[in-house]
Structure formats: C-alpha cells, structure tokens
C-alpha cells in the first residue's frame, strides 16, 4: 500500500470512528420499569431507543401464555440495539434483519422521535411488520423510523410471536386459560406494547392520547383485527391498514374448535404425541423446525372468543369495531396470474378455460367483471384477480364495512407507482407496483434497495409519507400542498386516491369486481 493511500485508510478509520461516536451520543429517559440509555443521530435530529422490553420473556413456562408485565430493572438499561426478532425461518427473500437472529425472546420495542422538535404531545405512530404471520421484525432496514418521525411524529415498532409461538391454538391451552380462550398469542403481544405506549409515551414527548396504529400485510390484517378486539378499546385512536385484513374468503379465520383441531393435529404429525405437556418439553428449535416442513402447517389469528369474540364481519357489521378513522388500500400488482392459471401460460384460451373451471355457473358473470379480449388483457385479468383474492377483496371489505357502521371518516388508497427495475433485470422485465413495495415510500427509506430511484420515486415518498403523518396528526391525510384526498363515500363515487407520480383521486372503477367476489358462492 503507498504511503498517499495510507494515510487515506486511517484517514477513513478516523473519521467512521468518530462518526460512530458521535453518533452513540447517549440520552436517558426514564420508564415504568427502569431507566434507559438510547443515542442520539449523527446529524443531531433523532432521538432513538431501540430494544426495550414490553413484556417478560415469554420463556419456559410463559410459553404460549398472555404477555406478562416486565420486571423492573435497576441501574441504567442499554437501549441502542433491537432485540431478537421472533423465531422465524427463512420464509421471505427480500427481508433483511439486522438484529442478534431469532429468539423466543422477542418481546421489545423501538422508539424514534425528532430531536429537532419540542418533546411534548407528539402524535404516536405504532408500527406492525407483515410476514404473513410467519416471518418479520422491526429490524428491517426499510421499516427504520429515523426518516419518518422527521415530519414531527413519534414512531414506534414492536416484535409479536409468530407461528407456532404466537398463534397456536390448543384444548389443553384454552382449558388451563382463565378466559377458556387459546391462540391469538401474537395479536396480545401487540396489544400488550399499546399498554406500554399508553403507559409510558408521554415521558418521551408523545401523546397517549393520539395514537395511531398502522401496519403491512399481516401487519395491516392485525389492524383490521385489534380495531375489532375489545381487549385494545381505548388504546389507539386511528388506523392505517396497507395490504391485508380479517376478512379473506380464500383463508377465512378458524374458529376456535378447529384452531385446536389444527393444534392437535400438529402436534401428533409431528411428535407422535398430541399432548401440551410434549409440545412444551420441545425446544424453540425444534418446534420451529417441525412447522418449516411441508405440508407446512398455516398458524394465524383465529375466532378465540377472547381477542376476537366473534367473526370479522359480524363485529363490524353490527358497529362493534372502534370506532376510529380509517386509511387504507393496496398495491396495484398484489397477485399474479399463476392463482388462477396455475402453470398453463397466461393465453385467452387459457384465462376463459380456468374461469369455467373454477366459478362454474358464475363464468359469464366473472368474465364481465373481468373481461378479457387478447392473451395480454387475459394475463392482465387474471393477475388482477390473483390480486383480489390475495389481498384487495379482503381489505375492500374492511374498508366497506368501516365506511358503513364506524361512525368516523374512511380514507381508500391504491399504490400505483412502479419500481425502477435493476440494472441487471432480465429482458423483458416489466416494472410493478408488487405487495409490500410501498413500504420504502411510507417510511422515506427508498435508498435503503439499491435500485435506480428516481425523482418521481423521491416525490412519491414524500407525498405518502405527508398523508401517512397528516392523518396520524388529525385524522385527515390532506395538507398543504398535497393533491386533495377525497374521504371513501358512495356520493362522490367512492374515490380512490392513486399514489404515483402525479397522483390523482378518481371514482373506483373497479367495484363491480369486489361486489362480484362479496356475494355468497351458490350452494349445489
């Protein structure tokens, strides 16, 4: 190495170290259960804690219990790294962790506030990661608050329990409760850290009282689910939903019989044993290791009587959900074709045969909703509706119910705005708006995939990031500046806010398609 270069190397390792130092500038603040030491950013305008615990380590005999309260801790608590993420296997390739790996041990907690702003009755957004109930953490790159709390918000991100650890469903489970309920561990954990916000913001500058919750995928579904929970009445104040809600009719939720039916089956495939007592002598590794095989089997919220007393459309139906404003929507390209086609290329022939097959004496009807009059608008039909079984249907209907018996303002959202492509993409590419793409957007973190962003990108996250703030402020995502989002009515022609590059509201063109997959399938 020459000298010129040398001196540059340590010239580097110089200024990295004392960036690094700068960076780990330490603050304290004191909790309910201890005193905690967080850093403030390099750039001086976030304050962050991250790794806080909000219930006891749901180890040993905790294991498959409600969360429980923290134990109070003397001296000062680092709070500078995010705890484990929930026991997980490899399930999604575009997650990126940076935490310590996985652990049933997941219980904390990630706070980010601007530093830069006065630290008193700042509006409170509570974040819950997707991964279809299965995989996630808040450790993810592109779920980092420090961007997003910089448009005066407080963000917080919580670890639940996922699989097996979060949602199994038992009878000697239910037998042992005190509410003879058993599953839906999970959706605890995440009203258990709206407790501790409840309890605890207000020394960080938040305002218990103007929460918002907000999530993705199955982050979004457990929105949808803790605003029909009477366990969480009080706790929030809003809610955001991207991408998912309870009320899929391809993976309806279980009830609680058949929850522990599935429980019961799992344990005797997988153990020889159906019993409580084998599936607890089990290892975190083992249990998480039987649930990875295939058949694997579906762990998700069910009907317990407890967290969710009765099925999603009966307890919105009848006005018994919070009654809070609602932001919601999905991506434009949530599906593909391959849900209807299978694996038969996406040609008309194909896209007509499959509709027959599978919707019978509705065919005609679906192809009117869904029409299609070349192998490119065939491909095109049927990835829209891969889509509205996946995800658009069942958050249309939250959406719907929302608008009709919550008494509070609906907002509905489609994320049209495609990502650039990688430079090494194959030919023949084509660019989409896919499920979870937004999340970059929402939280002003889009460098964080390295892709050739554009300025359209820059500006569309800005826009998304203003609407996202301004409703978590006031319950209204307009602003100054801002294209005006109309609220979701049937009298302006339920409007539809498109979040792309000059974004637009317009009447839904679509309806017909979700009122076709809304009405009862004929009995034979």
């Not at 130092?21 to 967080?38: N, P």
């Not at 317990?304 to 999905?330: F, K, N, T």
Request: aromatic share 10%; net charge neutral; glycine share 8%.
């Amino acid at each position: 190495m020459h000298f010129s270069k040398l001196t540059l190397f340590f010239a580097l390792v110089l200024t990295t170290a004392g960036l690094h130092a700068q960076e780990l500038r330490k603050v304290q603040q004191r909790i309910t259960s201890g005193l905690l030491e967080g850093v403030i950013s390099a750039d001086g305008k976030v304050r962050t804690f991250k790794g806080i615990p909000f219930a006891a380590p749901p180890l040993g005999p905790l294991r498959w219990k409600p969360p429980q309260p923290v134990a109070p801790w003397s001296g000062v608590r680092k709070a500078i790294e995010y705890g484990p993420r929930p026991m997980q296997g490899r399930i999604y390739d575009d997650m990126v962790f940076h935490d310590s790996g996985p652990s049933e041990d997941c219980l904390y907690l990630n706070l980010w506030l601007p530093e830069d702003q006065p630290h008193t009755k700042l509006p409170v957004m509570v974040w819950i990661f997707g991964g279809g109930y299965l995989a996630g953490s808040t450790s993810e790159p592109r779920q980092d608050g420090s961007n997003l709390c910089k448009k005066g918000v407080l963000v917080v991100s919580m670890g639940y329990r996922l699989g097996v650890f979060g949602f199994l469903a038992h009878p000697e489970l239910t037998k042992e409760s005190a509410q003879q309920a058993s599953g839906n561990y999970g959706l605890m954990d995440q009203i258990a850290a709206l407790e501790w916000v409840h309890q605890n913001i207000a020394a960080f500058g938040g305002d218990p009282d103007n929460v918002t919750i907000f999530g993705e995928s199955a982050g979004s579904s457990s929105v949808s689910a803790i605003m029909a929970s009477p366990l969480a009445r009080g706790l929030f104040h809003r809610a955001i939903g991207e991408s998912g809600a309870i009320f899929s009719t391809s993976q309806p939720l279980k009830s609680r019989a058949d929850a522990e039916k599935a429980g019961v089956d799992f344990a005797q495939s997988a153990f020889g044993n159906s019993s409580l007592a084998t599936l607890r002598a089990q290892s975190a590794k083992k249990l998480l290791d039987a649930t990875l095989k295939k058949p694997r089997p579906h762990f998700g919220a069910i009907i317990d009587g407890y967290v969710l007393p009765a099925d999603s459309r009966s307890i919105y139906g009848a006005g018994r959900q919070a009654h809070v404003a609602l932001l919601a929507g999905w991506n434009k390209d949530e599906g593909n074709y391959h849900t209807l086609l299978n694996d038969d290329p996406p040609t008309l022939a194909n896209y007509v045969k499959h509709v027959k097959a599978r919707f019978d004496s509705r065919a005609d009807e679906f192809l009117k909703v869904y029409p299609a009059a070349t192998d490119a608008e065939a491909k095109r039909a049927a990835q829209d509706f891969g889509g509205d079984d996946f995800i658009a249907y069942s958050t249309w209907k939250w959406l719907e119910l929302h608008r009709l018996t919550g008494a509070s303002p609906v907002y509905r959202y489609e994320f049209d705005q495609t990502l650039p492509l990688p430079l090494d993409a194959p030919a023949g590419a084509e660019p989409t708006a896919s499920h979870s793409w937004e999340i970059e957007y929402v939280f002003r973190v889009i460098s964080s995939r390295h892709l050739p962003w554009r300025q359209e990108d820059r500006d569309v996250s800005e826009l998304m990031s203003s609407y996202w703030t301004n409703f978590a402020k006031t319950g209204n995502p307009n602003g100054p500046g801002l294209p005006h989002w109309p609220e979701y009515d049937g009298a302006s022609g339920f409007p539809v806010m498109h979040l792309r590059a000059h974004a637009v509201a317009e009447p839904d063109t679509h309806r017909a398609r979700y009122l076709f997959l809304d009405r009862p399938k004929p009995t034979t």
